[in-house]
């Protein structure tokens, strides 16, 4: 079946860039996710990367995408505190419109004073 | 606009014991996904509905978990008779349309002892 791997810690400095780093098996996934999860609060949707993209920009967020290598990336530039959370990785395999997301365990970013 | 909203946010119940989840989706989504988080482990994908009908169920863990959306609106999810393994988050998420962005509620925290 599909299997989504994330390392499970990330600590970096305010002010540095995180990059929090997916694996995934499947190679006819169509959509992959990045979702935040802050403590007590639900999962919060971030943004996401067609298969057929390789970079995706929004403000402080950068998505990579190699899909040779089926490896995902989330860089957040100037890591703020409010960044501190769990960043779990997802991806879909459909048209788009249906099915389950499989998710990672998740990443939780550190953020050091 | 209102989120997703799950009920109730934590829930403590003994070996045996019925317990039935509920969610309301955003108003006007026709996809509805029930996943769930076991300690430790990633969230699965349990179900999906588009409107009232089950599009997908093979994430059920087995009989003792029963799902309903009656009417396309809030869903349900029953469990009985719970057992210590149902212990753990569950997520309901919705969506509508292209490209299906899932919005997740806070989760409810199921708790078997």
């Known amino acids: 079946g599909e299997d989504v791997e994330q390392s499970l810690f990330l600590s970096v400095r305010e002010g540095d860039s995180s990059v929090i780093n997916c694996t995934y098996t499947?190679?006819?996934?169509?959509?992959l996710y990045w979702y935040k999860q802050e403590p007590g609060a639900g999962l919060q949707l971030l943004t996401y990367?067609?298969?057929?993209?390789d970079m995706k920009q929004d403000q402080r967020l950068t998505v990579l995408l190699n899909k040779k290598d089926k490896h995902l990336s989330l860089r957040i530039a100037d890591t703020q505190t409010g960044d501190s959370a769990i960043y779990f990785c997802?991806?879909?395999?459909?048209?788009?419109?249906?099915?389950?997301?499989?998710f990672g365990k998740g990443t939780h970013l550190i953020i050091q004073p | 606009e209102a989120g997703v909203t799950q009920f109730p946010s934590h829930s403590v119940i003994e070996k045996g014991q019925t317990v039935t989840l509920r969610c309301d989706p955003i108003?006007?989504?026709?996809?509805l996904y029930w996943y769930r988080r076991v300690m430790g482990k990633e969230i699965k994908f349990l179900l999906h509905?588009?409107?009232?009908?089950?599009?997908?169920e093979s994430g059920m863990p087995n009989n003792r978990f029963l799902a309903e959306r009656t009417g396309g609106t809030y869903s349900t999810l029953k469990v009985q008779p719970a057992e210590l393994e149902d212990s753990g988050v569950y997520f309901c998420?919705?969506?509508?349309?292209?490209?299906?962005?899932?919005?997740f509620g806070p989760g409810t925290r199921l708790t078997v002892l």
């Open positions: 998420a919705s969506s509508q349309g292209f490209p299906n962005e899932q919005f």
């Open positions: 499947d190679s006819s996934s169509t959509y």
């Open positions: 990367i067609f298969s057929n993209m």
């Open positions: 997802a991806e879909i395999t459909s048209g788009g419109g249906a099915d389950g997301l499989t």
């Open positions: 108003s006007g989504h026709d996809n």
């Open positions: 509905f588009v409107k009232e009908s089950k599009q997908d």
